[in-house]
């Protein structure tokens, strides 16, 4: 999934979103070597250096391939779950 941030100085910084949370991101940003981790605090995103951010997009591109957890393949869960 793509996720855009949006600084306070008006700078756009894309990643790519690897995990979510209610409270928490995390993330990768290019020119970065390590995850970034976002928090959310009293309503704010902010960057580990404290610095607040704003998300501005999640994209998600099609076609995504779940591989044997698609719905309605023998291997996926919904096909037990019915019978």
């Known amino acids: 999934m793509n996720i855009i941030l949006c600084q306070q100085n008006g700078e756009r910084l894309e990643g790519?979103?690897?995990?979510?949370?209610?409270?928490?991101?995390r993330l990768m940003l290019p020119g970065s070597s390590d995850v970034t981790e976002l928090r959310?605090?009293?309503?704010q995103w902010s960057l580990?250096?404290?610095?607040p951010v704003e998300l501005e997009?999640?994209?998600?591109?099609?076609?995504?391939?779940?591989?044997?957890?698609?719905?309605?393949t023998s291997a996926g869960f919904a096909d037990s779950a019915l019978s």
Not at 40 to 43: I, K, L, N
Not at 48 to 51: K, L, Q, R
Not at 58 to 69: A, C, R, S
């Open 40 to 43: 959310r605090e009293y309503g």
């Open 16 to 25: 790519i979103l690897l995990a979510a949370g209610s409270y928490s991101l």
């Open 48 to 51: 580990e250096t404290g610095e």
């Open 57 to 72: 997009s999640l994209t998600i591109e099609f076609p995504v391939d779940f591989g044997p957890y698609a719905l309605g």
